[in-house]
């Protein structure tokens, strides 16, 4: 005799447990058929996403595939998958990998470096801007350059100052930069983030 094993799918154990409690007073089936889907609930509602599905939506902690998000249709309820920020942000490079860019770069020349590239405001480690998270996450979330001053309310000529910076890279001029005391050594790097933001619409 040849068996055949088979797991059984989840609506047809759903089915035969019915069936099974059919002949069982009511206020048992009731019980049976409330741990089954509870624990059914809680392994779909549980605190993490599935790999499949790794994309938690934060008003109601659905969980959505990664292609799904920017699609330009809402998943989650509220649209946080579609959120212009979110969207910016996740073809910009991670915030805590451009956070330890800036931080570097303060660390090899010192706290008012980043005045060059960002103006008179980013003096003192960038405080006056709220400090080099919040710079970071201007950078990862500022559609635009526009978006970028308004966000960390810069002055029009220091905006114009960081567009021709940002320019002159996208133009291949590294002269521009390195008149600003970028050391040769540091180039390859500094030349490689900029791009990486005027590649994804920063300058539009």
Do not use: W
Not at 32 to 46: A, E, F, P, T, V
Not at 54 to 73: E, H, R, T
Not at 141 to 161: P, Y
Not at 186 to 198: N, T, Y
């Amino acid at each position: 005799m040849v068996r055949v094993a088979f797991s059984p799918h989840p609506l047809l154990l759903v089915t035969i447990v019915v069936a099974v409690c059919a002949a069982i007073p009511q206020a048992v089936m009731a019980i049976d058929l409330s741990r089954l889907y509870g624990h059914i609930s809680s392994k779909r509602n549980g605190d993490a996403c599935h790999p499949y599905e790794p994309f938690k939506c934060p008003g109601d902690g659905n969980c959505i595939s990664i292609q799904y998000l920017c699609d330009g249709a809402p998943d989650c309820p509220d649209g946080y998958d579609e959120d212009s920020r979110l969207c910016t942000a996740a073809k910009r490079p991670p915030v805590e990998e451009t956070g330890s860019f800036l931080k570097s770069l303060l660390a090899s020349h010192g706290p008012n470096y980043l005045e060059k590239l960002f103006g008179n405001k980013a003096r003192d480690a960038l405080k006056p801007l709220g400090g080099v998270d919040k710079v970071a996450i201007a950078l990862s979330e500022s559609q635009t350059i526009e978006d970028f001053g308004a966000a960390l309310h810069l002055m029009r000529s220091d905006l114009e100052h960081l567009r021709s910076v940002f320019m002159a890279v996208e133009n291949g001029d590294l002269g521009m930069l390195k008149s600003l005391g970028i050391k040769d050594s540091e180039l390859g790097d500094v030349k490689f983030f900029l791009e990486k933001l005027v590649n994804t619409g920063f300058l539009d």
